[in-house]
């Protein structure tokens, strides 16, 4: 695995070893940091489910201003702080090391803080968190996204998302591979 595109561009990555920690693929990276272009430059990004770091990482390198980290497996945790200190971004990204209902469930971190774009990539397997961490960003009170905040789930194609969660539309689907991103904005 490799960093993409920006300032830490072709820097190597780790990844956790087996299969418990499916990295996003470099291609579906790449399309999915070409949609978030516009968006990406000082945007307050929070990865859940972060595995190695990968995206949060690349999102740093394309110029996010904050990157939230969000990974509760030991060993992604081992290799994704590893990845940061390797690229000197332990001080840039903060990591928080609970379960993504967790975390979303305990408020906004800091008390204030919203985010801009949230990516998330469960466990292909793990249905039941998406449906959790959709559920709980597009509560009423979605108090972690700002008016015009961006939700994207990576997910199996062949695993159907609703259409809405909330106060989150799906606003656009792209398919590679067996892979599917889906894009939810605020209604």
Do not use: C, W
């Not at 190597?12 to 070893?17: M, Q, S, V």
């Amino acid at each position: 695995m490799r960093v993409i595109g920006g300032s830490l561009r072709r820097r190597t990555l780790e990844a956790p070893a087996g299969l418990s920690t499916r990295p996003t693929s470099d291609r579906l990276r790449e399309t999915l940091f070409n949609v978030l272009a516009p968006r990406i430059e000082g945007a307050h990004f929070l990865d859940l489910y972060a595995g190695s770091g990968a995206v949060g990482i690349e999102a740093v390198s394309r110029g996010a201003g904050r990157v939230v980290l969000v990974e509760r497996a030991a060993p992604a945790l081992k290799v994704l702080r590893s990845n940061l200190e390797r690229l000197g971004l332990r001080a840039q990204v903060h990591v928080e090391a609970v379960s993504v209902g967790a975390f979303l469930r305990r408020g906004r971190p800091g008390g204030g803080e919203t985010f801009d774009i949230v990516f998330m990539d469960p466990p292909y397997e793990a249905m039941s968190e998406y449906e959790l961490a959709l559920r709980l960003l597009g509560r009423e009170t979605a108090t972690f996204l700002t008016d015009h905040a961006v939700v994207v789930a990576e997910h199996r194609r062949k695993e159907r998302l609703e259409d809405g969660y909330g106060v989150l539309a799906r606003t656009r689907t792209l398919e590679q591979g067996d892979a599917v991103l889906s894009f939810y904005k605020t209604a």
